[in-house]
């Protein structure tokens, strides 16, 4: 396993970027990048288990640790992701100490917390690791928290104080729509917004992170305080990449 939850937890400045297109050569063209980790996205992304799959193991053996994004705060679905390999978990819309709770239940083995346990799991080598995996699991897998609503925010300090919710990563923009200004990412209570989230961070020794949707943002939010940052998207990129060739062609029209 690709553990990184210690550097998180140290708040070193950690690269990433999220892959939505649900293809293992993407997954590995970015794991030979030099990312510290990679998120690949089950919520809004084209892909699901079967491509999982076949991405986890693009990435395995790289520098990144592959961290996965469920399509919401699920127990069986935590064990299902857990089992085939992830080194960390993303949960999206996290609002409450509740719910946070319940996802660190999620992500830990009793008697910390209530996932269950199986042997030949792909993220035990198939049991040729598995007491080592067991030992290591509760300490050493990321949980990630998504703060995309104003009620998210409200409750920030309350969910940095759960134990084992590692980084409050903010979703600029479903956080801004709550916020009632879509895309205003240079807003006041946008950016008071963001404040609110890295100082509980930092009061509860946890990591804030962020996704930039281009590399001009990430001076300001590495200065803001974010740590565990993502940029960009494999679908971005593609997107971006094929309506620049097109443009080319358009001045010798």
């Known amino acids: 396993m690709n553990w990184i939850r210690q550097r998180v937890l140290e708040r070193k400045l950690l690269a990433?970027?999220?892959?939505?297109?649900?293809?293992?050569?993407?997954?590995?063209i970015t794991a030979g990048s030099g990312f510290d980790w990679i998120l690949v996205d089950l919520e809004h992304g084209a892909g699901d288990r079967p491509?999982?799959?076949?991405?986890?193991?693009?990435?395995?053996?790289?520098?990144?640790?592959?961290?996965?994004?469920?399509?919401?705060?699920?127990?069986?679905?935590?064990?299902?992701?857990l089992d085939l390999g992830a080194s960390g978990i993303m949960v999206p819309?996290?609002?409450?100490?509740?719910?946070?709770?319940?996802?660190?239940?999620?992500?830990?083995?009793?008697?910390?917390?209530?996932?269950?346990?199986?042997?030949?799991?792909?993220?035990?080598?198939?049991?040729?690791?598995?007491?080592?995996?067991?030992?290591?699991?509760?300490?050493?897998?990321?949980?990630?928290?998504?703060?995309?609503?104003v009620e998210g925010v409200k409750n920030a300090e309350a969910i940095a104080a759960v134990d084992r919710v590692d980084v409050l990563f903010v979703g600029p923009m479903d956080l801004s729509v709550s916020l009632g200004i879509p895309r205003q990412f240079d807003h006041p209570d946008f950016r008071a917004a963001l404040a609110e989230v890295v100082e509980a961070c930092k009061k509860h020794g946890k990591a804030a992170g962020i996704l930039a949707g281009a590399p001009a943002q990430l001076e300001r939010f590495v200065e803001d305080g974010f740590t565990f940052i993502a940029c960009g998207s494999d679908a971005g990129l593609v997107a971006a990449g094929m309506r620049n060739i097109v443009s080319s062609f358009d001045s010798l029209r």
């Open 16 to 28: 990433g970027t999220f892959l939505g297109l649900g293809s293992s050569l993407t997954a590995e």
């Open 51 to 81: 491509q999982l799959v076949g991405q986890l193991q693009a990435i395995t053996g790289s520098p990144a640790a592959p961290v996965v994004r469920i399509h919401w705060n699920d127990q069986p679905t935590f064990k299902r992701i």
């Open 93 to 149: 819309f996290v609002s409450t100490p509740a719910e946070a709770e319940e996802a660190a239940a999620s992500i830990q083995y009793p008697p910390e917390g209530e996932r269950g346990v199986a042997i030949l799991t792909r993220a035990s080598g198939f049991g040729v690791h598995f007491d080592e995996y067991f030992e290591e699991a509760n300490r050493n897998l990321l949980l990630v928290g998504q703060i995309e609503s």
